[in-house]
């Protein structure tokens, strides 16, 4: 059965001038929570933070200084944060340097690694807001692939081991799961049955199954580390 996504977007009460909330207000299955937010305007599902400007807010942000205040609070207290801009900023009312407008796009990205997303239009945002809701549920439970990270939840940590297999990345490793239902059905299927999997030729499945069945060569116990091993534990009556 398919489940119906309820996307969840928290909106700044300050955003009510923009007109964009009517507009999101006529979707279905979306649930709109109207406050103060401390960073940004918008936040997606708890997870991506949006600053929204027209293209001439973009532009005055810039003159006042505003605009790398906030890439920076959104740098620090945003795990996912992204800059969208409403409008053509080199098409404005502003007498504005087309190279000042340049060097703030590629500072926003290239130093403050905060992404730009341009919209023509309110429609278009309310249209870019849901295919990101959209996005970052279809997302959730694809693990990035090792790096030092740790999972947490169950669904998680299984796709994290199925990870672990040669030639699988994270979309393959959630359809192995998927089509076997767990990590012990997948390590014990044959060459043949991984193959029934969408993205598995012959050569990876053959890869899969050598790594899984080859047996590690073990060194000797040195000399004397069984006596040791022993020393305090009680023996056997």
Not at 61 to 76: H, T, V
Not at 137 to 154: H, I
Not at 213 to 236: Q, Y
Request: glycine residues 8%; contains cysteine.
């Amino acid at each position: 059965m398919l489940s119906i996504l309820i996307m969840k977007l928290r909106i700044d009460y300050r955003e009510k001038a923009s007109g964009l909330i009517d507009l999101l207000q006529e979707m279905e299955d979306l649930v709109l929570e109207i406050g103060q937010i401390a960073y940004g305007d918008y936040i997606i599902n708890e997870a991506i933070t949006i600053e929204r400007k027209t293209a001439r807010d973009f532009l005055i942000s810039i003159i006042d200084g505003r605009l790398f205040n906030q890439l920076s609070n959104l740098k620090k207290h945003c795990s996912h944060p992204l800059l969208l801009i409403e409008g053509n900023p080199y098409k404005t009312d502003l007498d504005f340097d087309p190279l000042a407008i340049q060097g703030a796009l590629l500072s926003t990205q290239a130093i403050w690694y905060v992404p730009v997303i341009f919209s023509r239009s309110r429609e278009e945002t309310r249209d870019i807001f849901l295919m990101l809701g959209r996005q970052e549920e279809s997302g959730r439970e694809v693990v990035p692939l090792r790096g030092g990270y740790r999972p947490k939840r169950l669904k998680s940590r299984q796709l994290y081991l199925v990870q672990g297999l040669p030639q699988v990345g994270p979309t393959l490793a959630k359809r192995l799961l998927e089509h076997f239902g767990s990590v012990v059905k997948i390590m014990n299927a044959t060459v043949f049955e991984l193959m029934r999997v969408e993205g598995v030729g012959r050569v990876s499945a053959k890869v899969i199954r050598e790594v899984l069945d080859e047996e590690r060569e073990t060194k000797p116990a040195p000399p004397g580390n069984s006596a040791r091993e022993g020393v305090g534990r009680s023996c056997p009556g």
